[in-house]
């Protein structure tokens, strides 16, 4: 069936999909009531952000990194610290952690990105937990308390609104910016670069990919939109300690999220927050009182079921299940 | 559809109806509370035990208890002053992450129309679920978290009935100053903390009450929490002979000195062990008869038969087979104070609620804590939070401070293990 379908009438269905998957998104918060579910939305679409940007060193380099809390962590701190030293509105702080993620990319990837397979992985997650010991201990950088935001909002500029839906746009926008940077990224020389190094990095190296370079832009990228997202984070909860800002399950909810969806997919880590955070939401809402930490129980089977059954994620069963209905179309 | 399901929805409201008149319990549509706790996680042990207390109090309130007739609401079933209607407690775990806290407030407030909210335990987490209850001005009741800044913030609808920092420093110097007319030198003390938030909030607090009564702090030592010897530390308090030595300390380390110190005899004449490690059943059982005498606050005092404190904490052990500790009671005494506004507002606007708790001005006797009452100032902070003193004496804490309150005399010098 399929193959008789000419490729322009193909890609012109994709688009016609994409375009009503674009509105579905843009719509919906508008046609729900529910405060509730908005506000999942918008954590849905924080959740993709970060995971997307992991996904471009994690899913297209193929670096796992479990660290990538730090980044997040740079951009969260910074914003508050910004409130809490100069009172700024918390989204001026993002530019520095952006600037404090690069230069740590820089002094992080260095170093590590020459080390292969889990070594790098160990790296990341010593580095992160390193960034959250020295937090602890320093009192200028609010301790084990942590640090607060504006307490109430003094204008605009404080991005605190009772409404989820300024939320939803602001990290949907964000999360756009990125997803058409990691699009252009892909069929970009980069992205045959990465691709190639994900590969066999040896044979890649061989035939001249400047393969440590471009791990390293690849990681700035992510390191920068990953600390954009912890700062927006910053600027709705108001709040951030060593363990929401830099503890080390929010590294791995980033690598759970683009591993469900799809770890070097364009649309993998969208499509795991959509699924992940309202089940998490939705158990916690539904279980609250009584079969509480179902959640985990959840993750655990989803991290197993993944690992031995589809270690390519959703996008590798829907191309399981094509190939499986091209097969049987015939 | 709607009218074939009426008949199975009003099946089991009926039953519920029957057993309640056969109990002359509540009635009417249950107003909801909704409560914030760490029920999963590195907290989850505390965040259960608040919700077995709540639970208790759900019952206690909506059925009639004669025995408890001093405190708001217990004499009666459900809320009497909106029609008898009783109360429903809606539990959220915060899982404590600022953000879960966030998005549960939302829910609570937004889905189950609670009327008002209590917890959510760790202080960073009530700060961010009482943002959001500000912005939709939903009253919340907090009975447990101490961070200062909580009450600092301008909020209108953020109240608080635990006693903070300045409170417990305030009745430490109080206690050395009796003790110092009593004719015991007081005049060098030293504090021993560890030195994470606790240790470091609480001695440094201390340290600025002391100074602002002209009393100086002698010497301090913090030292790392989970030390495994702490020998240095007790040469260092025997050399300098302290009159007083205050401890900050979590449960391993709180073990550790008592131990330190008798290995190497030194035993300082006034000992205080501030709560947390000390309070803990833990220390009790394996240290405590190595530190008779030594001197400790809380604010939950359940050695008074006949007392409020006396009977819930029976009514808790019967329910769950352990002690009620002082935080759980603190939780519980939040959320009652909630319930007692929600009654005295005579309505479940949330302007009347706030109303009511801005009037709020229970006495001593009408509460489970050992406060001189509950009583709001404009940051929402109560002003008659206090702290009792409690010495150890075998393996029970007795009340020895302040003397209105006290059940038994305060024996000096410490006498550890002897």
Not at chain 1, 96 to 112: D, K, M, Q, R
Not at chain 1, 289 to 314: E, K
Not at chain 2, 341 to 358: D, E, F, H, K, V
Request: glycine share 10%.
């Amino acid at each position: 069936m399929s193959a008789s379908i000419t490729a322009p009438a193909r890609s012109a269905g994709r688009l016609v999909f994409a375009a009503f998957v674009l509105l579905a998104l843009l719509v919906w918060p508008l046609l729900v009531e529910n405060v509730f579910y908005q506000r999942v939305g918008a954590l849905v679409m924080l959740a993709a952000l970060s995971a997307s940007a992991w996904n471009l060193v994690g899913g297209y380099a193929g670096q796992i990194s479990i660290g990538h809390v730090l980044f997040f962590g740079c951009g969260a701190y910074a914003s508050l610290l910004g409130f809490t030293w100069f009172e700024w509105p918390p989204i001026m702080g993002a530019p520095f952690g952006i600037a404090l993620s690069l230069l740590l990319a820089v002094l992080v990837g260095l170093p590590t990105l020459r080390l292969k397979g889990h070594y790098f992985s160990m790296a990341t997650i010593a580095l992160a937990e390193l960034a959250r010991i020295i937090v602890v201990n320093s009192p200028s950088l609010g301790g084990g308390v942590g640090i607060s935001g504006p307490a109430i909002p003094r204008s605009m500029a404080d991005l605190s609104f009772i409404s989820p839906l300024p939320y939803y746009y602001i990290f949907g926008a964000v999360l756009a910016v990125l997803l058409l940077f990691t699009w252009w990224m892909g069929r970009a020389r980069m992205g045959f670069y990465l691709r190639a190094i994900r590969g066999q990095e040896r044979a890649a190296r061989s035939l001249g990919v400047p393969a440590q370079r471009y791990k390293l832009y690849a990681l700035l990228v992510s390191a920068g939109f990953t600390s954009l997202a912890g700062s927006l984070y910053a600027a709705m909860v108001g709040f951030v300690d060593p363990d929401s800002g830099l503890g080390i399950l929010l590294s791995v909810k980033m690598v759970i999220v683009s591993a469900l969806g799809g770890a070097g997919t364009l649309f993998g880590p969208l499509v795991g927050a959509a699924i992940l955070v309202p089940l998490e939401e939705f158990t916690n809402a539904a279980f609250g009182g009584d079969g509480t930490g179902i959640t985990y129980v959840v993750y655990g089977a989803i991290i197993m079921l993944i690992s031995r059954y589809a270690p390519g994620g959703l996008a590798e069963i829907l191309a399981r299940l094509k190939a499986w209905g091209a097969r049987h179309a015939r | 559809m709607t009218i074939g399901r009426r008949p199975l929805l009003a099946a089991p409201a009926l039953l519920l109806a029957g057993r309640a008149f056969a109990q002359g319990a509540a009635q009417g549509t249950p107003i909801k509370v909704g409560s914030l706790m760490p029920l999963t996680g590195v907290a989850a042990s505390a965040g259960n035990s608040a919700k077995a207390a709540l639970e208790l109090a759900v019952e206690l309130i909506n059925t009639p208890q004669p025995d408890l007739a001093a405190m708001p609401l217990m004499a009666t079933a459900g809320f009497p002053a909106i029609g008898g209607r009783p109360l429903q407690l809606v539990m959220a775990d915060q899982q404590g992450n600022p953000s879960v806290a966030q998005n549960q407030a939302l829910r609570l407030i937004t889905q189950e129309r609670v009327v008002a909210l209590t917890g959510a335990y760790q202080s960073g987490l009530t700060l961010t679920a009482s943002a959001i209850a500000e912005r939709h001005g939903i009253p919340f009741v907090n009975g447990e978290s101490v961070a200062t800044n909580l009450t600092e913030r301008g909020f209108q609808w953020f109240f608080r009935t635990t006693p903070i920092g300045p409170d417990i420093a305030a009745i430490y110097m109080e206690f050395l100053q009796q003790v110092r007319v009593g004719g015991r030198p007081v005049a060098k003390i030293a504090i021993v903390n560890e030195n994470t938030e606790y240790g470091t909030s609480i001695a440094d607090v201390i340290r600025r009450t002391a100074e602002g009564r002209g009393v100086s702090i002698a010497l301090q030592i913090p030292y790392a929490a989970n030390s495994a010897d702490v020998s240095a530390q007790v040469l260092q308090l025997k050399e300098a002979q302290p009159d007083v030595v205050i401890f900050i300390s979590y449960t391993s380390d709180a073990i550790l000195y008592a131990r330190t110190m008798r290995a190497q005899g030194y035993r300082p004449p006034v000992l205080i062990g501030d709560n947390s490690g000390f309070s803990d059943d833990s220390f009790v059982q394996s240290a405590g008869d190595i530190a008779q005498g030594l001197i400790n606050r809380s604010a939950f005092d359940a050695s008074r038969p006949g007392s409020n404190a006396f009977k819930i904490n029976a009514l808790y052990k019967t329910r769950t087979g352990r002690e009620m500790d002082d935080t759980t009671a603190r939780i519980m005494q939040g959320f009652l104070v909630a319930c007692d506004a929600i009654n005295r507002a005579g309505s479940t606007q949330p302007a009347a609620i706030q109303a009511a708790l801005r009037a709020t001005d229970l006495k001593p006797e009408q509460l489970i804590m050992g406060y001189r009452g509950v009583k709001f100032d404009a940051k929402g902070q109560n002003i008659n939070a206090s702290v009792l003193l409690v010495q150890l004496r075998g393996r029970d804490y007795v009340s020895v401070y302040p003397a209105d309150t006290a059940t038994a005399q305060l024996e000096l010098p410490y006498k550890g293990w002897e």
